[in-house]
């Protein structure tokens, strides 16, 4: 009842794009976890073009993300929101009704193409329709997220009982029917003329200094939440040889989001103190999450006692990433003026799936090497210092007063000169915007 009272404070666009994030998660969740097992064992496709159907997937997503963001800011976010549903729903079509590698190398393109539109341009949307209550919109935002990925598997295990091609259809309709409701309810708003070529906004957002360390620094973040489809899965699995202790993980996870994301935003927002803080103190929670699964790895033990140390840990993970990710969302608009918001979305989007490719090729790496030689450990050490340096980055970045402060802090102290320059902020980019006739897109 807390969460619907606060969904009902926000105008009626957000609370779209709220319900819109719940269909969105939910048909995306329903579909891709079973693309592979439909790939190898309906259409007997080998591994190396499995993996090239879903890389290219990932690749046409995490490698345009620059390219939404700019255009959510050129040519409005709502517009750029519908294309991307609309594209997701091509998408899922030709997954449905193609068997051919051609057909499925185009839907996956599609795919990915839809989700570097929709993801950058949908955050835009909510942080400047929210105004000063940013942390609070996207606390829901993942709330709703969370819901829509426990629904989408389990819905989507259902379907299966009649073929991938009806999960699949049912997923376009889902897609279709967001599409129009977008089209329908989402304001139309005037959208600025560009004072300048697509390249110097990159250049501009790019050559932020401050904004480039932050993202850089919130790699640790992106890289240990995936771990929550690899590490933590693995571990679970081994703990109790039973494939469905996975499901406890994630219904565990899904449970702690629910009831508590919403609660830990507004305690923090009201402590104050910095939104650096509180992303660094998340992250250095996340990091802990592995240490109870690292203290029994290759331990022996009976099934559910060692299960308890990985479910412990997945919810310490899922705790920091609770405290951390709305604080995030909320600072980036912040590094640069208003009409970049997009961009430096996109940006830093890209900078996390780089982050998230990288991470998961060490921590596979870690997991080979450990089963090869013997310490167990390993992968989820190499997590946990992941998640310190970066808990650390962002602390750093906070007491040398490099972040922007937020509507909800107090105004931050002026840099004293014996700063890094690179991380010196400037009176552009750390000063409000004022404007009394914003142009922005969503204002």
Known sequence: MRTLAAVRGF?????????????????????????????????????????????????????LFLIGGSAADRLGARGVIIAGCGLRTLGCALFALGDELPVLIAASVLSGLAGALFNPAVRTYVAQESGDRR????????????????????????????????????????????????AAVLPARAVPRPTGSLLRDWREVAGNRRFMAFALAMVGMYGMESQLYLLLPHA???????????????????????????????????????RGRWI?????????????????AGS???PPARLLPVLAGTLLLHLGLMAAQPFVMELIPSFGRA????????????VSGAATA??????????????RTGPAWLPYACCTALGLTSAAAVARLHLRRSLPATAAD????????????????????????????PLSETR
């Open 11 to 63: 105008p009626p666009a957000v609370r779209l794009l709220l319900i819109n994030q719940l269909g969105v998660n939910t048909g995306f969740y329903l579909l891709i976890p079973y693309l592979a097992t439909h790939l190898t064992d309906d259409l007997g496709m080998s591994a190396t073009v499995v993996g090239l159907v879903l890389g290219l997937r990932n690749l046409s997503q995490q490698g």
């Open 135 to 182: 942390a609070e919109a996207f606390a829901l935002f993942n709330v709703f997220a969370t819901a829509g990925a426990l629904l989408g598997p389990l819905l989507g295990s259902l379907l299966l009982f009649g073929g991938f091609r009806a999960a699949a259809l049912t997923a376009a309709g889902a897609f279709a029917l967001l599409t129009v409701a977008q």
């Open 236 to 274: 679970a699995g081994r703990a109790t040889g039973w494939a469905g202790a996975v499901g406890l993980l994630f219904a565990a996870g899904t449970l702690a989001n629910l009831l508590f994301q919403l609660r830990l935003t507004r305690r923090l927002s009201a402590r104050g103190g910095g």
């Open 280 to 296: 660094a103190a998340g992250l250095a929670v996340s990091a802990l999450g592995f240490v109870p699964p690292m203290l029994v």
């Open 300 to 302: 022996a033990g009976e």
């Open 339 to 350: 009409e970049l918001t997009g961009t430096f979305y996109g940006l830093f989007y890209a």
């Open 358 to 371: 990288g991470a998961g090729a060490g921590v596979g790496w870690a997991m080979d090497t450990a089963a």
């Open 410 to 437: 107090a105004p931050a102290a002026p840099a004293s000169q014996d700063h890094d320059p690179d991380l010196r902020p400037d009176v552009e980019s750390a000063a409000p915007h004022t404007d009394p006739h």
